[in-house]
Every structure is written in C-alpha cells, then in structure tokens.
C-alpha cells in the first residue's frame, strides 16, 4: 500500500496471462480474450480508497506500467471482465473501490512494475511502484 494523506492505493494481485476469461451479457456465453502475437497480458487486482477529508477524484487512469527498457504502458481501456477498476470516480471521505487493470506488454519486456500518479494536472507527479515479481 501506498498512500498521500488524500488517497490510499493497494496491489492486491498481479499475474501475466496470455489470455482472460470473461462472460458476455450480449451473446450469453464465456468468452476467452487473447493477447496479440508478441504480447501478453498483466492483470492486476487493485483498490484506492479515500482516506482524506474531502472528495477523490481517482481510477485506473492512474496506473502505469513500467518496463526495463524505460517504456511506459498505459491500461487497456477495452477489459471485458466485469469486475475492472473504474477509469474514473469520485470517492467521497472513506469511501474505496477495488477492481482489476488490464496492461498489455510485449511478452519480452522484463522487470515489469505498475505505477500509481498521486498527482494530478495542476501539481508534479508523485509515483509510487511496485514490482511484479
């Protein structure tokens, strides 16, 4: 966990899969989403709470992932799983949300860490990382 007095941001979990199972509400059925040749997936299971005395604007646009080579990817915005992390939501005073990240990576890229901002537009950025193992 790491935390700025407004927000407290947990990984829970995080593992590479080449592909994720998830069930279609339109067609009715499970479904199986793979990663493109080349690429696998990291999912990772977090949750941010509010733990200061105003209201949070925060979600999985916070997150990043960081490779060896210095390369930054940004969370997929198509995760068909229901149980991802919101982009973006407001959490008023001890209010949390969890929910998964969906990152595609080349399946190469080495020392893999996701990172949360705790800054915003108008102020520098704050990163807190941690790394897969």
């Not at 105003?54 to 229901?82: C, K, Q, T």
């Not at 209010?95 to 949360?116: E, N, S, T």
């Amino acid at each position: 966990t790491a935390n700025t007095s407004k927000i407290a941001v947990t990984v829970i979990s995080a593992s590479k899969t080449d592909s994720y199972v998830y069930y279609s509400d339109i067609l009715k059925e499970t479904m199986i989403e793979q990663a493109s040749p080349g690429h696998t997936f990291v999912l990772a299971e977090m949750e941010i709470k509010n733990i200061g005395s105003d209201r949070a604007y925060v979600g999985s646009l916070g997150f990043s992932m960081a490779d060896s080579e210095g390369y930054r990817h940004d969370p997929e915005i198509l995760y068909y799983g229901n149980d991802g992390l919101e982009m973006f939501k407001e959490l008023y005073q001890h209010q949390k949300m969890r929910g998964k990240v969906l990152f595609k990576v080349p399946k190469d890229a080495q020392k893999l860490k996701i990172q949360y901002d705790f800054g915003n537009l108008f102020t520098k950025v704050q990163l807190a990382s941690w790394e897969l193992e």
